[in-house]
């Protein structure tokens, strides 16, 4: 009677278990689902036309966004424009639209790349223009941050939080995203191709929508994580996910809890689209960082639903040599002996070597050892290396301080270190990273470092070497 009921308590831990997968596995596809609230679609007014692309809000918690990451080219027209010369909108509902006309080509005009035009049967040329615009509810944005084509990113913030407009969470990329289910969620132009109509006259009406429910989302698989040259050398997700032009600036976010690891910002291959690119969001968050502007990092949760499949499966296969012991433990004839309680204890085959004696190992400071600074904010100073010393803006967690918003400087950068393997360096996870002698760190693998070897945080804007005493190579 007991082994059946210890039976039944196992066929419950069983179905517990697998409750508990599916629920995590809902949990995650919830998340994701939610992450539309956090996206906005964006409309700039240039001197000569408008532009879309998406954006999508960062900052406390639960709380309405004020503050949006998109990408650098939906704020200057792919660098056609300072930023400052446009106005940038998020759009609210899809009451905005475009009329477009054709107009004839002035004499001695000449077409441009890029350019919509047709001709008539007299061979006249015209032009694709927009010739009216209604705008909808929008309210203007202030840019923040668009500094640089590489990494292609921009920080823009309302006056005051967008009501309805979520915050997302943000979460680094890993090399374990590789083989994760993703989803790109954005405005692509193309969708708006399915609101267009037409007027005797030849014009054109196109709704530019920009509701909750006219977000589209697309899905693929990450297939690698790697920086393109291409793109600057940028670190780049290239995934599955299609995006197209009007995607520019949404999330990334993984399927199975809705986090952000990504900003999509290309498609590229022989055919348009063939591959899509988002940079690494761990760029946004090193602006942020500078900006001093506050976002949400995501929490570790579930291991979503394949993760729960092998636990199902174990607690089975568990279950299954469980009730073959029970049989086999039957047929055993009684009377065995047992161990009594004065027996010497059983001695497990392998036995861990015991710790060393008098604690952690230490290793004195390189005395002889310096580090020179040759570019950047401390050019021309030598400083003498302790046992570990810590690199970065944080005076928190540094003992090598930066200035506060120093580009392309972590709040903790990277740790030189002198240990069993002699002098190392190890970059802690920095938004911009640590090379030595031109080769990019992965992060938190201790690099060996001698004499003469150089360091970059960050760029060769900030550049050490190893020196001996006296500044010797």
Known sequence: MRRIKYGIWCLLIVISLMAGGITAYAEGEGKAAAAREGVVRILVDWPDGYSTG???????????????????????????????????????????????????????????????????????????????????????????????????????????????????????????????????????????????????????????????????????????????????????????????????????????????????????????????????????????????????????GGQGLSGQLVIILAGVGILAVLAVVLVVVRKKQKGKAAVSAGSPAAVPAFQPAPGPSGGDAMYGAPSQLRLQGLTGVFAGRRFQLKPETRMGRDPQRCDFVYPAGTKGISGLHCIISQGPAGLTVTDVGSTWGTTVNGTKLVPNQPCPLNIGDRICLGSVEEEFQITGKGGAV
Not at 143 to 159: G, H, Q, S
Not at 242 to 248: F, K, L, P, R, V
């Open 54 to 300: 998406t954006g999508f809000g960062v900052g406390e918690p639960g709380a309405d966004a004020d503050t949006f990451v998109t990408n650098w080219h939906v704020v200057t027209s792919s660098g056609q424009y300072d930023y400052r010369e446009g106005k940038v909108y998020i759009l609210l509902d899809d009451e905005t639209w475009f009329k477009y006309g054709w107009i004839p080509l002035a004499p001695g005009e000449q077409m441009v790349e890029g350019g919509d035009y047709g001709q008539d049967g007299q061979g006249n040329v015209y032009k694709k223009l927009i010739i009216d615009v209604h705008l909808g509810a929008a309210v203007e944005c202030e840019v923040l941050y668009a500094e640089n084509e590489y990494p292609d990113v921009a920080v823009i913030r309302t006056a005051e939080p967008v009501k309805n407009v979520k915050t997302l969470p943000l979460r680094k990329v890993s090399e374990g995203n590789v083989g994760e289910d993703v989803l790109a969620i954005g405005y692509p132009g193309s969708a708006d191709s399915g609101s267009l109509t037409y007027t005797e006259d030849g014009a054109e009406t196109e709704k530019i929508k920009a509701s909750v429910t006219a977000v589209s989302v697309s899905g693929g698989v990450v297939s690698r994580c790697i920086p393109l040259e291409i793109f600057g050398n940028t670190d780049c997700i290239v995934h599955g996910a299609h995006i197209n032009h009007g995607n520019s600036g949404g999330p990334l976010v993984l399927k199975k809890d809705g986090s952000v690891i990504g900003i999509n910002t290309y498609g590229y291959g022989e055919q348009s689209m063939e591959y899509s690119v988002s940079i690494y969001i761990d760029y946004a968050i090193g602006i942020l960082d500078q900006l001093g502007l506050p976002y949400t990092m995501a929490k570790d």
